[in-house]
């Protein structure tokens, strides 16, 4: 399986000819058509992880493809026909296996309210929690995709879901908010927390690639 970066939050998956879209959000510049495309899947309503503009490019190359989702997006994402997930459920589409867990994003001030969030673990290989910190308990993780930088995100706590989950390896995400100095000083960081695990920080820019 290889996973690509896109710009802030959106992920693309590859495994024996088919793709999977994660979090195709407003920060996120627009997603070439896929025609292997066999589900996407979004970890909560808010704007920069899923748009309508993405979702249409995305369907138009790839019409009936499954959208997986909490309940919140498929009440703000009403137009698409959305197959809501909650954590504990697990899902087998084309050539992957998704297992969700969380269930609510973290918090960013009591003044906000909490929305439904799940973070998705891909072919039991690798872990995106969307905007949470939630371990998948009893997994080991292979491969970890970090939450970076947002109003919601403080580096010590991010530092500390890195040490919970103890990939074997990690790369960051979430990062559009961050200057190019921020971004290398919380890289630092989720490395230093990945490493006291065994486990390899690899720094991926937008559009690079990793095998799993």
């Known amino acids: 399986m290889r996973v690509t970066k896109f710009e802030h939050a959106a992920l693309r998956l590859d495994h024996r000819g ?14 070439e058509p896929i025609d292997e495309l066999v589900a996407v899947v979004i970890t909560h309503e808010h704007p920069d992880h899923w748009t309508p503009e993405h979702l249409d490019r995305l369907l138009g190359s790839a019409p009936g493809t499954p959208i997986y989702a909490p309940a919140g997006v498929a009440a703000a994402a009403d137009a698409y026909d959305i197959t809501v997930v ?19 994003h973290a918090v960013i001030h009591s003044s906000l309210p909490r929305v439904d969030n799940v973070g998705v673990l891909v072919n ?3 872990y995106y929690p969307g905007d949470s910190y939630a371990v998948p308990e009893g997994v080991q993780v292979d491969t970890l995709v970090a939450p970076m930088g947002a109003p919601w995100l403080k580096i010590g706590e ?11 390896r990690a790369f960051g995400t979430h990062d559009v908010p961050l200057s190019s100095v921020g971004r290398g000083m919380h ?9 006291q695990g065994g486990g390899v920080y690899v720094d991926l820019q937008p559009g690079d690639s990793l095998e799993l």
Not at 187 to 195: D, G, V
């Open 18 to 31: 088919q793709s999977l879209v994660v979090d195709p959000g407003s920060f996120t510049s627009p997603i």
């Open 86 to 104: 909650a954590p504990g459920d697990a899902v087998a589409v084309g050539e992957f296996s998704l297992r969700f867990f969380g269930g609510e």
């Open 124 to 126: 039991d290989q690798l």
């Open 158 to 168: 991010a530092m500390d879901f890195v040490l919970a989950v103890a990939p074997r």
């Open 187 to 195: 890289r630092q960081r989720l490395q230093w927390a990945t490493e």
